[in-house]
């Protein structure tokens, strides 16, 4: 790995890792198959002695992590049934829908994976070494989420004309209010019909007692890396901050919601946390 292509970053690599702990540590029904991802991330034999992935620690997490990825991946295919076709990926990091959805992709749906170029990077060199396809359907994007992202976003092929669906799914945390407002401006400025799904953090008084602490040093561990969470929401303030940017219906998915719809049958007590939720926005 050069000093040019850093490799990807360490939450991208922990998703992939929960998601692949899901199915080595959890009992079936599993709620998203993926060990691509594992496969992208190549962290060595002993992954699963990482702190990180302790099965008991980190099972409201991991039960999130992969809720929210069914929740979405269910969302693309619903809108791509409906004619929707374009999937936008912000910050996609190891995201592997394009590997392992190809039957989604039937009706002609178009991926554009949004991330910093030199992660991007590396994982396209990933892929290649894999033997894993890059589909024409999928076309990479790489920004400066700083910068005028949303002009390489168009470059890239973007449609405002044609509905889309715009997927953040671990991202808001990271990003100003200023930031999410201006992002769910572009997003509503899209063709009518189109739609946001993205993920938002809950103030650490609103998680369960039992994953403060948890969340607490994930916060601590963000900031030495220098990458602070700098947002966190109340479903009733992001709502809000939706419509202010011109959707026109907002829901929110919360934690309930997603155990009812993934888990509602599972005896191990496997649940997501209220500490993530979701919010749907259509334009």
Do not use: C, N
Not at 36 to 64: K, N, Q, Y
Not at 121 to 142: C, S
Not at 236 to 241: P, S, W
Not at 247 to 270: I, M, N, P, W
């Amino acid at each position: 790995m050069s000093a040019e292509e850093p490799g990807p970053e360490h939450t991208a690599v922990r998703v992939a890792l929960w998601r692949a702990l899901h199915l080595r540590a959890d009992a079936p029904p599993h709620v998203v198959e993926d060990e691509v991802g594992l496969r992208i991330a190549d962290p060595g034999e002993g992954w699963r002695e990482r702190p990180d992935m302790d099965v008991d620690a980190t099972r409201r997490t991991r039960a999130s992590i992969v809720a929210r990825a069914r929740f979405v991946e269910d969302l693309v295919e619903e809108l791509a049934q409906d004619g929707v076709g374009q999937y936008i990926v912000l910050g996609a990091g190891l995201d592997t829908f394009a590997q392992r959805r190809a039957d989604v992709a039937v009706g002609g749906l178009r991926v554009f994976e949004v991330d910093r170029a030199g992660p991007q990077a590396w994982k396209r060199r990933r892929l290649a070494e894999l033997g894993l396809d890059v589909p024409d359907r999928l076309r990479f994007v790489p920004v400066d989420f700083e910068g005028d992202w949303w002009g390489r976003l168009l470059a890239a092929g973007l449609d405002p004309a044609r509905p889309a669906l715009v997927a953040s799914a671990g991202v808001t945390m990271y990003l100003s209010q200023e930031a999410v407002e201006t992002t769910f401006r572009l997003v509503a400025s899209l063709a009518a019909g189109s739609t946001l799904v993205t993920t938002f953090l809950r103030p650490v008084e609103d998680v369960e007692p039992e994953q403060r602490a948890q969340l607490r040093v994930a916060m601590e561990g963000a900031r030495a890396a220098g990458t602070p969470f700098l947002s966190f929401y109340r479903p009733g303030r992001i709502l809000a901050l939706a419509r202010e940017a011109g959707f026109q219906e907002v829901r929110h998915v919360s934690a309930a919601d997603l155990e009812k719809r993934y888990f509602a049958d599972r005896t191990d007590g496997l649940r997501p946390s209220r500490g993530e939720e979701l919010l749907v926005a259509t334009v």
